[in-house]
């Protein structure tokens, strides 16, 4: 059945309500189709990337959804028809899609997770423990530096209906835990066991068969070893490019039709590539910047900073101070000519002081 035909048909006497119609599907992956209710040209590199994501939270499970079936996503001006309150939101139900609002597309890499996740033999788990995947694989939840997010009981998180967006972090603290001390196996096996819905005495039991131990003593333990908390994985994966002696350098592509580069679906040619950068010592870098066009870099920590903020932009001729780790270099325009551009990063702040490039 054709996405409209489905729509109306959802409207036919008999049936409660009717569900709100989709956009129409405009262009296929391997994994993801995408409708776009914007004005955007889709660039090569977007739904390539979706697809690289769904196959990272397969792997990193150790899960699979049928692979034939591809999973709808639906970048919307306002979700609000489809998520109600929520920003946006994956639905199970009388459609399998995602929804993500085109000002926060960023959305997007936490609702695949969902959509894997669900869609796999896994089913919908526990709220909590639901969120905390998609958490953990595709989002960052950096607190501002110097503070920290609520740690309530587990008892007080688990088996909810809903989950308070401060409790997410810890949601993504607690997979991340049970996967450092049980393994990523008994992680699927207690998602596995607990269904949505189930009361608190189930989600005790599930605990005590897949990690030995009730939700309580779970508890003292997650206390004491709560993981630290970190960047997107979806977006902190890939080539990372090396220094040379002192210098970084990179030119990298922004048309459109370069299969690294994505819509950021904040304007009709609104787009952007990134490359991972390790860091090795803290200081004071220049940053150099040459484009054809108008252009911009973004530097964003893959880890949760210690002081500072939590990115930079930086433009051209300007200082970035940067501490030691792996960082995501994103270089984003929205002028439809602009094609290349070059960055280059060096430090100022040893012993040799300013350095120009050479
Ligand atoms: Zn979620």
Same mark, same amino acid.
């Given at each position: 059945m054709s996405l409209r035909a489905r729509g109306l048909a959802a409207c036919?006497?008999?049936?409660l309500a009717c569900q709100p119609l989709l956009p129409e599907l405009e262009a296929e992956g391997r994994r993801v189709s995408v409708g776009v209710q914007a004005d955007v040209e889709l660039c090569a590199g977007t739904l390539r990337a979706w697809d690289r994501h769904v196959d990272f939270v397969e792997s990193e499970l150790g899960i699979a959804r049928d692979p034939t079936d591809r999973m709808e996503v639906y970048i919307v001006e306002d979700t609000a028809r489809w998520c109600d309150d929520v920003m946006a939101c994956y639905i199970g139900g009388w459609v399998d899609a995602s929804f993500v609002p085109s000002y926060a597309p960023r959305a997007i890499w936490h609702e695949l997770v969902h959509h894997v996740v669900s869609g796999?033999?896994?089913?919908?788990?526990d709220r909590f423990l639901s969120e905390g995947v998609a958490g953990t694989l595709g989002d960052s939840w950096c607190p501002t530096p110097g503070t920290d997010w609520p740690h309530p009981p587990l008892a007080t998180v688990l088996a909810r209906e809903e989950v308070l967006y401060e409790h997410y972090p810890l949601a993504a603290q607690f997979v991340d835990f049970v996967r450092q001390e049980h393994g990523t196996p008994a992680l699927v096996d207690l998602v596995d066991c607990i269904d949505r819905g189930d009361p608190l005495s189930t989600v005790d039991e599930c605990a005590q068969r897949v990690?030995?131990?009730?939700i309580g003593a779970v508890d003292r333990r997650f206390q004491v070893a709560t993981p630290a908390l970190h960047g997107n994985p979806a977006l902190c994966s890939g080539p990372s490019a090396p220094w040379d002696g002192r210098k970084w350098r990179f030119d990298a592509e922004l048309a459109c039709? $370069?299969? +690294?580069v994505v819509n950021?679906?904040?304007?009709?040619?609104g787009r952007e590539t990134a490359v991972i950068v390790d860091l090795p010592r803290a200081g004071a870098y220049a940053v150099e910047l040459a484009a054809d066009g108008d252009a911009s870099v973004e530097i964003e920590p893959c880890f949760c900073p210690?002081?500072?903020?939590l990115s930079s932009s930086a433009n051209q001729g300007s200082v970035w101070v940067g501490e030691p780790g792996r960082y995501r270099f994103v270089f984003r325009t929205a002028d439809p000519s602009a094609s290349r551009l070059r960055v280059e990063l060096w430090p100022i $702040?040893? +012993?040799?002081g300013a350095q120009a490039p050479t």
């Amino acid at each position: 059945m054709s996405l409209r035909a489905r729509g109306l048909a959802a409207c036919l006497p008999g049936l409660l309500a009717c569900q709100p119609l989709l956009p129409e599907l405009e262009a296929e992956g391997r994994r993801v189709s995408v409708g776009v209710q914007a004005d955007v040209e889709l660039c090569a590199g977007t739904l390539r990337a979706w697809d690289r994501h769904v196959d990272f939270v397969e792997s990193e499970l150790g899960i699979a959804r049928d692979p034939t079936d591809r999973m709808e996503v639906y970048i919307v001006e306002d979700t609000a028809r489809w998520c109600d309150d929520v920003m946006a939101c994956y639905i199970g139900g009388w459609v399998d899609a995602s929804f993500v609002p085109s000002y926060a597309p960023r959305a997007i890499w936490h609702e695949l997770v969902h959509h894997v996740v669900s869609g796999s033999d896994l089913g919908m788990t526990d709220r909590f423990l639901s969120e905390g995947v998609a958490g953990t694989l595709g989002d960052s939840w950096c607190p501002t530096p110097g503070t920290d997010w609520p740690h309530p009981p587990l008892a007080t998180v688990l088996a909810r209906e809903e989950v308070l967006y401060e409790h997410y972090p810890l949601a993504a603290q607690f997979v991340d835990f049970v996967r450092q001390e049980h393994g990523t196996p008994a992680l699927v096996d207690l998602v596995d066991c607990i269904d949505r819905g189930d009361p608190l005495s189930t989600v005790d039991e599930c605990a005590q068969r897949v990690l030995h131990a009730d939700i309580g003593a779970v508890d003292r333990r997650f206390q004491v070893a709560t993981p630290a908390l970190h960047g997107n994985p979806a977006l902190c994966s890939g080539p990372s490019a090396p220094w040379d002696g002192r210098k970084w350098r990179f030119d990298a592509e922004l048309a459109c039709s $370069d299969p +690294d580069v994505v819509n950021t679906f904040g304007s009709r040619y609104g787009r952007e590539t990134a490359v991972i950068v390790d860091l090795p010592r803290a200081g004071a870098y220049a940053v150099e910047l040459a484009a054809d066009g108008d252009a911009s870099v973004e530097i964003e920590p893959c880890f949760c900073p210690t002081e500072g903020s939590l990115s930079s932009s930086a433009n051209q001729g300007s200082v970035w101070v940067g501490e030691p780790g792996r960082y995501r270099f994103v270089f984003r325009t929205a002028d439809p000519s602009a094609s290349r551009l070059r960055v280059e990063l060096w430090p100022i $702040d040893d +012993d040799e002081g300013a350095q120009a490039p050479t």
